[in-house]
């Protein structure tokens, strides 16, 4: 059992460029979200998927766009990347919003 | 404003060295209390949910508690495999987010 599966697990990008980080959950929930975890800082959510067809702005959206292609996936989309991007992104599930959360192992990005 | 702290932010002890992580919130009401492990290189992993003052939980060396501004995760007689990052994160009521605080990274030394 897969659980939350992310790629890339690494990305590096010059500023400017785009990229869509993919992320799939195999248990069957209905909630997926991006959060982001920086140094000395708590994980901040960017965009959450409360369920299929719905996507909502988190505490961190701007410079993203999300795409909840079916229950199963949930892809998050730089479209011109910044340094300030520069981040560890984890993708998570959950079986409903106010359940807990199940994470993937994150992508680390670097924007130079 | 909603807000989560964790003290200490590191966390050194021996293996068998009994000690205590804070998590403190402030929060327009309390819908649920999380807390999450989280190695190097790996996404947080779940623990404990709480939900009330007054409750607690427990799972191997671990306990959590919690009180109307706290919450407390006590470990007893840790062992070099408790070594990790620990994640407190809150949901205030009528808010369907969670608030993480920045974590409290656990060294356990045999």
């Known amino acids: 059992n897969a659980g939350v599966t992310q790629t890339p697990k690494f990305q590096v990008l010059k500023t400017g460029q785009s990229m869509t980080l993919q992320c799939a959950q195999d248990m069957n929930h209905n909630s997926m979200y991006w959060y982001r975890q920086d140094p000395g800082m708590g994980l901040r959510l960017i965009y959450y998927?409360?369920?299929?067809?719905?996507?909502d702005k988190g505490e961190v959206p701007n410079g993203y766009n999300v795409s909840r292609l079916n229950k199963r996936e949930f892809s998050l989309r730089l479209e011109s990347a910044a340094p300030s991007q520069t981040s560890v992104y984890f993708c998570a599930s959950s079986e409903h919003l106010n359940s807990p959360l199940h994470f993937g192992n994150g992508t680390r990005l670097t924007v130079t | 404003e909603d807000q989560v702290t964790q003290s200490p932010e590191a966390l050194r002890l021996q293996e068998g060295e009994s000690s205590s992580l804070n998590c403190s919130y402030t929060?327009?009401?309390?819908?649920?209390l999380f807390w999450y492990r989280q190695d190097p290189g790996k996404g947080p992993e779940f623990l404990f949910t709480l939900y009330s003052a007054g409750e607690e939980k427990e799972k191997e060396r671990l306990k959590a508690t919690l009180t109307k501004k706290e919450s407390f995760l006590h470990i007893t007689a840790p062992k070099p495999e408790d070594s990790a990052t620990y994640l407190c994160?809150?949901?205030?009521?009528?808010?369907?987010?969670?608030?993480f605080g920045a974590g409290t990274r656990l060294a356990v030394h045999p």
């Open positions: 994160a809150v949901q205030p009521g009528g808010y369907n987010k969670l608030i």
């Open positions: 929060v327009s009401g309390l819908r649920g």
């Open positions: 998927s409360a369920s299929e067809g719905t996507t």
